[in-house]
T-cell receptor, first 112, second 114 residues
Framework: GQQLNQSPQSMFIQEGEDVSMNCTSS?????WLWYKQDPGEGPVLLIA?????ELTSNGRLTAQFGITRKDSFLNISASIPSDVGIYFC????????????FGEGTQLTVNP | NAGVTQTPKFRILKIGQSMTLQCTQD?????MYWYRQDPGMGLKLIYY???????DKGEVPNGYNVSRSTTEDFPLRLELAAPSQTSVYFC?????????????FGDGTRLSIL
């Protein structure tokens, strides 16, 4: 069953604001991934994290792999209208091969 | 670059009908996956394949079948469509199961069963 808790479920913000969302798990993951899904499209990989404590940026996006390996967060700075979409975290374990476990998603709405 | 291509994009089925969702990738990836996404939920793994001729069940395999006769193609079959299978289906692929080889997704097939 679902093992990742992602929050918040949805966010409504003004353009220019910063955004933070996170995922937590009761068990350890070896990799954390953050995907974005635009309406009518498949998820697109934003950031991949491979080491506990790792902090990685991709433009205005920053993600961190928690020290305990049971959590990760994604920050978006200075949001713009095209940031609208659903953001998913996903975890991967060495023992599960390539299989991913997904969070339930954070629906982000940015008001211009 | 085509990447992962899914067809059809939309389909409406009647209860009890069967259909095949097509997925093909041109990246020479060994690993392929089928997920379903229900409203307000994350993706759940239906089946996956680690190479041609090899398939395995994921989290929610009941009511589905897959085959992998070539590296490029990984079709998903619904034999007796049920309303509970109304969902958006995503196919994905990756080069290997190594942790630094992330999955790439197609644009999905939106399936409604009435």
């Amino acid at each position: 069953g679902q093992q990742l808790n992602q929050s918040p479920q949805s966010m409504f913000i003004q353009e220019g604001e910063d955004v933070s969302m996170n995922c937590t798990s009761s068990s350890i993951f070896n990799t954390w991934l953050w995907y974005k899904q635009d309406p009518g499209e498949g998820p697109v990989l934003l950031i991949a994290l491979y080491k506990a404590g790792e902090l990685t940026s991709n433009g205005r996006l920053t993600a961190q792999f928690g020290i305990t390996r049971k959590d990760s967060f994604l920050n978006i700075s200075a949001s713009i209208p095209s940031d609208v979409g659903i953001y998913f975290c996903a975890g991967q374990r060495e023992t599960s091969g390539s299989r991913l476990t997904f969070g339930e998603g954070t629906q982000l709405t940015v008001n211009p | 670059n085509a990447g992962v291509t899914q067809t059809p994009k939309f389909r409406i089925l009647k209860i009890g009908q069967s259909m095949t969702l097509q997925c093909t990738q041109d990246m020479n990836h060994n690993y392929m996956y089928w997920y379903r996404q229900d409203p307000g939920m994350g993706l759940k793994l239906i089946y996956y394949s680690v190479g041609a001729g090899i398939t395995d069940k994921g989290e929610v395999p009941n009511g589905y079948n897959v085959s992998r006769s070539t590296t490029e193609d990984f079709p998903l079959r619904l034999e007796l469509a049920a309303p509970s299978q109304t969902s958006v289906y995503f196919c994905a692929s990756s080069y290997s199961n190594r942790l630094n080889q992330p999955q790439h997704f197609g644009d999905g097939t939106r399936l409604s069963i009435l």
